[in-house]
């Protein structure tokens, strides 16, 4: 039977890679998500059959087991029904929330895992109790900073929280919790032990929390990368406390892909990491350069309108305004009337633009928008000086130049799609405020540039309805 399962798991890990491999391209992702789900389910059906810590039966089958197959069956039906009908019914523009809530689930499962065998009190190894101790203090940072991104990105929380001299409290914080979790492991089986537990989880709880809220929407798509690498070690390594091939195959992948990503994301904002985490841009945050000359120009739907329909080049930049007015579908209906015109559209999408990695791909893509017309910053910033009109719809800070010029400014050194080297740029913006960064946009009040304002919804239909008139 031990064989079965071992090459039961093989053949997951095999499912697992190619997923993530298949993953990495619009094109084929879906087939990823259909052989990593395959890999998922073959998994958790193969775990009936594991053998138990014994060896002398079955996990869930055997004398007095009845009742932990009841529960377990139980209890997959319900997160499996749950999370279908989320699945069903939650919009694409609020995929960031869902994600968060999901990537914080499986760190509170690994750090869960870990307080069970804890309570066990059985006589765990050194490298086990490790093992267990660190799974524990990732998962439970994973869990509670993914509730405070999910309470950020709902709008639920939405101020930043900064304590008096906040690195060292982080630091003095994650100190103790890893005393007290190398006093777990050397007193295991202590009476006093589940004391410690206690004020331990607590502890790594509070930390996730104090780390996650100074962090403002700015950041907040290498945080969620961030946090997904935390829940895939935690998992990696509960899986080695449970002798869960499976598990730690799944936690080692999604810890090395969520690890790339933040590294991939943090340089495409030019900042390392550790700023993001210790040094976040707020909403409190202003560049350094002092007032922008020069003032911010209206125009009218119909005069937008013209600009693009008589433009032989446009292109799009969607940001978090196109996915909280819900646009996509209106901007690809433009999009093909403009074509239908002989206009050439493409679509730019700067790496960190939304609130996830892919937020902006992803709502294209589900409204219907070919994969061969959405670039990459490094693939189409080159095009932008022959570009006639630049359309900006809801992004701010990655079209900022301020990025280019202003050594005070904190996105200073950041690479940015060059909307203000367009002949035209069109910015489509709910208000005269400053972005979710709080820094003050230049390309706002650049002589090319003249400002739509009203939600994404209503300006993209405004134009729509001109760009017929002259069709």
């Not at 089958?61 to 997959?76: D, E, P």
């Not at 405070?148 to 709008?155: P, T």
């Not at 559209?345 to 992803?362: Q, S």
């Not at 002949?423 to 002589?447: D, H, T, W």
Request: glycine share 12%; with cysteine; proline share 4%.
């Amino acid at each position: 039977m031990t064989f079965v399962v071992n090459a039961v798991y093989l053949a997951v890990a095999i499912l697992f890679i190619l997923g993530l491999k298949a993953m990495s391209s619009p094109v084929t992702a879906r087939k990823g998500i259909m052989q990593a789900g395959l890999g998922m389910i073959m998994a958790t059906a193969i775990t009936f059959l594991y053998p138990n810590h014994e060896g002398s039966g079955l996990l869930f089958f055997g004398q007095g087991k009845t009742i932990n197959l009841i529960l377990t069956v139980i209890a997959i039906a319900i997160g499996g029904g749950v999370a279908w009908w989320l699945g069903k019914v939650v919009k694409m523009t609020d995929m960031p929330q869902m994600v968060a809530v999901y990537n914080g689930m499986g760190g509170g499962a690994a750090a869960l895992i870990a307080a069970v065998e804890f309570a066990r009190h059985e006589n765990l190894s050194p490298v086990v109790s490790t093992l267990a101790v660190l799974g524990a203090l990732i998962g439970s940072v994973a869990f509670a900073g993914s509730i405070v991104a999910f309470l950020k990105l709902q709008g639920i929380m939405k101020k930043t929280w900064r304590l008096p001299a906040q690195n060292m409290v982080n630091t003095v914080l994650a100190l103790v919790a890893i005393v007290l979790g190398a006093a777990i492991v050397l007193l295991a089986g202590n009476p006093a032990l589940p004391a410690m537990l206690v004020g331990f989880f607590v502890l790594s709880l509070f930390l996730g929390v104090i780390l996650t809220t100074p962090i403002g929407g700015a950041d907040m798509p290498v945080v969620i990368s961030l946090l997904n690498a935390f829940t895939g070690l935690a998992v990696g390594f509960e899986g080695y406390v449970l002798g869960n091939p499976a598990l730690v195959i799944a936690g080692i992948v999604v810890g090395a892909s969520g690890t790339l990503l933040t590294q991939l994301m943090a340089k495409a904002m030019n900042r390392p990491i550790s700023n993001v985490i210790f040094t976040p841009i707020t909403g409190e945050a202003q560049a350094g350069g002092g007032e922008i000359a020069g003032s911010m120009k209206e125009l009218s739907g119909m005069d937008a309108a013209a600009m693009m329909r008589y433009a032989e080049k446009v292109v799009i930049i969607p940001g978090y305004g196109m996915a909280v007015a819900g646009a996509q579908h209106k901007v690809w209906e433009l999009t093909k009337i403009l074509e239908e015109a002989g206009v050439t559209v493409k679509f730019a999408i700067h790496p960190v633009a939304g609130r996830m990695p892919g937020h902006m791909n992803v709502l294209l893509a589900e409204a219907g928008v070919p994969y061969d017309m959405i670039f990459d910053l490094e693939e189409i910033n080159d095009e932008f000086p022959t570009t006639d009109v630049a359309l900006v719809i809801g992004a701010n800070d990655v079209v900022n130049p301020v990025a280019r010029t202003d050594k005070g400014s904190p996105i200073y050194g950041m690479p940015i799609l060059n909307a203000d080297k367009a002949q035209s740029c069109i910015v489509i913006k709910r208000g005269k405020g400053a972005g979710y960064s709080g820094i003050e946009n230049a390309l706002f009040y650049a002589e090319n540039t003249s400002m739509l304002y009203g939600s994404a919804q209503q300006a993209v239909a405004e134009i729509i309805t001109a760009v017929k008139t002259l069709v």
